[in-house]
């Protein structure tokens, strides 16, 4: 027996009512976003894969649908934002800013499946390229609580960061590119939970391990036989005698004198890595720091401001999250008590470069589900290939997640009747195809034609056991005299009527709608 084949694990199907669902959502929100000037576009499922580098760090990166093809590396789209930012440059360079764009579609990322969160998902965002910096953060702020309020979902939680605070602690540590990056890559981790912290510690404690103090009797007989090898490269070199003194305490691999210039190499190395070490627990205690403070406002702003003086820190953002808040709250009508200010607040993607923001709500079961996420990303552009850095802003929201906090008065609306048309003989399935095609254009109703072809009784049973309201059957009777036997599935209760009198009577008796 062959064995039967099933879906891959982490993506799901969407049955007819799931489906309607969403079809509705998707038509809310687009028709929502319309009205403030976001134009509806799309990209390929497929895309070039180093589109991507600039918003995947290399562990991301392996999370993420990458393959080769015909000598081209190619990926399914993981997200839209860097895909928007292609569609910009290749048909919209020269438009005047801003532009406003809407999308929904799916996104796929190899990730641990868990509750409402697939390999493949479908996503519904706005991408917003121009525009004064803080207006355009409020804007799509708001039209994130907007959606929510749209589909009536009223209780979440909205939290805001702005990467400048941390990226200026880090810069000033005067951290390499990588160890940077890292850091910055680490923060989503650090601000989830202590449990996050405790392993972004436990990472970075791996990969700058602290120098052991007293190194073993082995490791000081090793570095004594290496001492007399450097005193000999410092002689024939001329080098200072005390750089190779220097070197004595480090057991490195030592080959002949030509190995000279790398062994310098890597004893520079680890002399940054010490200092790295340092400077790398030190942002990671300020990330604490920042993440311990989060709060509401407006009193979280005194405190974080005090925080931010005491390690001498700008803070312009500080300032422009108080203005984006005070918007919120006093034009867009947010419970400021629905705010939480997070500056260790960090995302998956690394392109942000200013306000960071997400959406969180909690379902039936108390689980906290992350609704949506955005921000600004204004070196993306350039990043993908223009040829200058563009300002843009953008959010999506995950529509799986949402469907299920919406409340049930949500779905109430005007559903039609389901009949079914059965043609008794073979000969009367054209009449009766005429009978549904009227039904259906005309009678505002949903009308299936019997294709079981088993007989008047079994089409019966068939739509009462679906909770259909009616039948509709014609014979040779009913196709000599133009007529059509209605018949009400609740009551038993049957009645001719004229073929040109159908819709009306489909309005009379309550089934069109």
């Keep these: 027996m062959k064995k039967r084949i099933e879906r891959l694990r982490g993506m799901h199907d969407v049955l007819p009512e799931n489906y309607r669902r969403q079809s509705l959502v998707v038509d809310?929100?687009?028709?929502?976003?319309?009205?403030?000037?976001?134009?509806?576009?799309?990209?390929?499922?497929?895309?070039?894969?180093?589109?991507?580098?600039?918003s995947f760090g290399q562990e991301a990166w392996q999370n993420l649908y990458a393959f080769q093809l015909h000598q081209r590396e190619l990926c399914l789209r993981p997200e839209y934002t860097a895909s928007i930012c292609r569609l910009y440059l290749e048909n919209y360079q020269q438009h005047s800013l801003p532009l406003r764009f809407q999308y929904a579609g799916p996104v796929f990322r190899y990730e641990a499946p868990g509750r409402g969160r697939y390999r493949q998902h479908t996503q519904l965002g706005v991408e917003l390229f121009g525009g004064q910096p803080l207006r355009a953060?409020?804007?799509?702020?708001?039209?994130a609580c907007d959606i929510l309020h749209e589909?009536?979902?009223?209780?979440?939680?909205?939290?805001l960061g702005h990467v400048g605070v941390a990226s200026g602690f880090i810069e000033r540590q005067d951290l390499d590119s990588q160890t940077a990056r890292l850091?910055?890559?680490?923060?989503?981790?650090?601000?989830?939970?202590?449990?996050?912290?405790?392993?972004?510690?436990?990472?970075?404690?791996?990969?700058?391990?602290?120098q052991p103090a007293n190194p073993s009797r082995q490791a000081t007989d090793e570095a004594s036989?290496?001492?007399?090898?450097?005193?000999?490269?410092?002689?024939?070199?001329?080098?200072?005698?005390?750089?190779?003194?220097?070197?004595?305490?480090f057991s490195l691999p030592f080959g002949d004198e030509d190995s000279r210039h790398e062994i310098v190499e890597r004893f520079l190395w680890k002399i940054r890595r010490s200092e790295q070490r340092s400077k790398v627990l030190s942002a990671l205690e300020f990330l604490r720091k920042l993440r311990a403070l989060a709060g509401s406002p407006p009193e979280v702003f005194k405190e974080l401001r005090q925080l931010l003086d005491s390690y001498g820190l700008e803070a312009t953002p500080l300032e422009e999250l108080e203005q984006l808040v005070t918007t919120l709250i006093e034009v867009g009508g947010v419970d400021r008590r629905q705010i939480v200010l997070n500056l260790a607040l960090g995302r998956g993607v690394r392109y942000y470069t200013g306000?960071?923001?997400?959406?969180?709500?909690?379902?039936?079961?108390?689980?906290?589900?992350?609704?949506?996420?955005?921000?600004?990303?204004?070196?993306?552009?350039?990043?993908?290939?223009?040829?200058?850095?563009?300002?843009?802003?953008g959010f999506a929201f995950g529509l799986e997640r949402l469907i299920p906090l919406m409340p049930a008065s949500q779905w109430r609306q005007a559903s039609r009747a389901h009949a079914l048309v059965i043609p008794i003989g073979k000969q009367d399935l054209a009449y009766a195809s005429r009978v549904a095609r009227l039904a259906r254009s005309q009678g505002g109703i949903i009308a299936e034609l019997d294709v079981n072809a088993q007989g008047v009784k079994s089409g019966l049973r068939q739509a009462a056991r679906r909770g259909w309201e009616l039948a509709l059957i014609v014979g040779e009777e009913e196709r000599q005299a133009n007529t059509v036997k209605l018949h009400?599935?609740?009551?038993?209760?049957?009645?001719?009527?004229a073929y040109h009198e159908l819709v009306a009577a489909l309005r009379e008796g309550g089934y069109s709608r």
């Design 488 to 497: 009400d599935l609740a009551t038993g209760e049957e009645r001719a009527v």
């Design 183 to 210: 850091l910055l890559s680490l923060m989503e981790q650090i601000s989830r939970s202590p449990e996050g912290e405790e392993a972004a510690q436990a990472r970075l404690e791996a990969l700058y391990p602290e």
């Design 355 to 393: 306000l960071l923001f997400e959406i969180h709500a909690s379902d039936e079961e108390g689980l906290d589900l992350q609704l949506c996420g955005g921000g600004r990303y204004d070196h993306l552009v350039q990043a993908v290939g223009g040829t200058r850095e563009v300002r843009a802003c």
């Design 28 to 54: 809310r929100v687009r028709a929502l976003l319309e009205q403030a000037g976001y134009e509806p576009v799309d990209t390929p499922v497929l895309e070039r894969s180093d589109l991507f580098q600039a």
């Design 151 to 159: 589909l009536g979902i009223g209780r979440y939680r909205l939290e």
């Design 225 to 249: 036989a290496e001492a007399g090898r450097w005193q000999r490269l410092a002689s024939a070199d001329g080098s200072n005698y005390l750089v190779a003194a220097l070197l004595r305490s």
């Design 137 to 143: 953060d409020s804007e799509i702020v708001q039209l």
